[in-house]
């Protein structure tokens, strides 16, 4: 699962997204957004989930929020906004959101990794004077200048917490 996102930075996303401009993020455009981050769902399965064609903001607003931290995962492997996540379930969770981010799968999120996913997510931006490093020294307990697991869950706990 993704850590929460502020709204400045969800509209960014939104507005990257909607290509042609209408004020609405079609369904093609948030599976293009799902498969960057490594999630994967038929056509048929997101329309289901999402139960229309098309978001506008609002409606895309809803929908992150049932998958970033208040849904659960239902039997296609979307999420469903019921709310009772277990801790099993958030320790499968957190593991695949470490994988989307450890792209060369060794173990370990090195802040090229995440300026990587960041930048794909739309949420990277070369100008704003962010640094990745100090961003991982923050929860690098270790000092080793990476994220291992144990780390980059006790970074997304007090995130989503």
Same mark, same amino acid.
């Given at each position: 699962?993704?850590?929460?996102?502020?709204?400045?930075?969800?509209?960014? !996303?939104?507005?990257?997204?909607?290509?042609?401009?209408?004020?609405?993020?079609?369904?093609?455009?948030?599976?293009?957004?799902?498969?960057?981050?490594?999630?994967?769902?038929?056509?048929?399965?997101?329309?289901?989930?999402?139960?229309?064609?098309?978001?506008?903001?609002?409606?895309?607003?809803?929908?992150?929020?049932? !998958?970033?931290?208040?849904?659960?995962?239902?039997?296609?492997?979307?999420?469903?906004?019921?709310?009772?996540?277990?801790?099993?379930?958030?320790?499968?969770?957190?593991?695949?959101?470490?994988?989307?981010?450890?792209?060369?799968?060794?173990?370990?999120?090195?802040?090229?990794?995440?300026?990587?996913?960041?930048?794909?997510?739309?949420?990277?931006?070369?100008?704003?004077?962010?640094?990745?490093?100090?961003? !991982?020294?923050?929860?690098?307990?270790?000092?080793?200048?990476?994220?291992?697991?144990?780390?980059?869950?006790?970074?997304?706990?007090?995130? !989503?917490?």
């Amino acid at each position: 699962m993704m850590s929460r996102l502020r709204i400045g930075e969800l509209r960014r !996303i939104f507005e990257n997204l909607d290509k042609n401009g209408d004020g609405q993020v079609s369904l093609e455009e948030l599976n293009w957004l799902l498969e960057k981050i490594d999630v994967h769902h038929s056509a048929d399965e997101l329309e289901f989930s999402v139960g229309k064609p098309s978001l506008n903001f609002d409606e895309f607003l809803y929908f992150y929020n049932s !998958i970033s931290s208040e849904g659960t995962t239902g039997s296609s492997g979307l999420v469903s906004p019921e709310g009772n996540e277990g801790d099993g379930d958030r320790e499968t969770d957190l593991a695949e959101a470490f994988r989307v981010f450890d792209l060369n799968d060794d173990g370990f999120i090195s802040c090229e990794e995440l300026q990587s996913v960041l930048s794909r997510l739309g949420l990277w931006d070369e100008r704003s004077g962010r640094d990745c490093n100090s961003m !991982i020294r923050v929860y690098d307990t270790n000092s080793d200048g990476r994220l291992d697991f144990e780390e980059f869950k006790s970074m997304m706990l007090i995130t !989503i917490s």
